[in-house]
């Protein structure tokens, strides 16, 4: 994804790694989690982004380079956060996961039961924010159609 | 090295790509699908952290950051077509009329 020049490809890259992370999700038991991955992720938002890519369309002149001019403070501080990242965790003494990786704990019954039971209020708040979400995109619309008369 | 560190380090992994395209990309839609990459990671390591304390928890996390990415989706892209129109590139250095 960081040397891909088309977005196209860039997309191709994100929807592969996605739908590989729902499959990671499948075998770590977390089947609602993986099914949304998918849905959600490769469903909507990916196949949204690749729409607006194709709606585009905006070529990019062959010789301008695809690089802003924060590559190299860039690399240096990814590379730095890479490094104790991977200090951070190989340090940390982590208890194994379950031999059988939540099996009924994390089945679809058990998460819905859970997630309206203990979690309806953050359940309720997120309706809030896709409303204003959708509102907003309808003032940035709207301010669109101002400006071009 | 366990399992759990190795989806820690992949969660790891996802993060930093994700910020070093954000960061080193100029194409404004790469720039943005980057940021969905770290979304990703995190909610990897979300996961992974339920699934070591089974706790349900973390799952519930993961489902509002579903949200999120996709209120987040919703309201940049409307964004980007807005200067796209407005500047006829993708590219986030011609956007520089904030810049004092």
Known sequence: MLVLREPMRVALALITTMTSLGALYGLLGVHVIAAFQVLIYVGAVMVFMVYVIMLLEVREAPGRTRYSRWVVPGVATGTLLAIGLGLGTLASRTAALPATAGGERFGLTAFATEFLNRYWLEFELTTVLLVSAIVAALAVISVSRRRTG | ?100
Do not use: W, Y
């Not at chain 2, 560190?5 to 996802?14: H, V, Y």
């Open chain 2, 1 to 100: 090295m366990d399992r759990v560190q190795a989806l820690l380090f992949l969660a790891g992994a996802l993060f930093v790509i994700g910020l070093l395209g954000v960061v080193i990309r100029r194409n404004a839609l790469v720039m943005l699908m980057c940021m969905e990459l770290m979304l990703n990671g995190v909610n990897l390591s979300l996961v992974t952290f339920a699934q070591q304390r089974g706790d349900s928890a973390g799952a519930v996390m993961v489902f509002l950051a579903f949200v999120v990415a996709t209120a987040e989706v919703a309201l940049a892209i409307p964004i980007v077509l807005l200067l796209v129109r407005h500047a006829r590139s993708l590219d986030v250095d011609r956007f520089s009329e904030l810049k004092g």
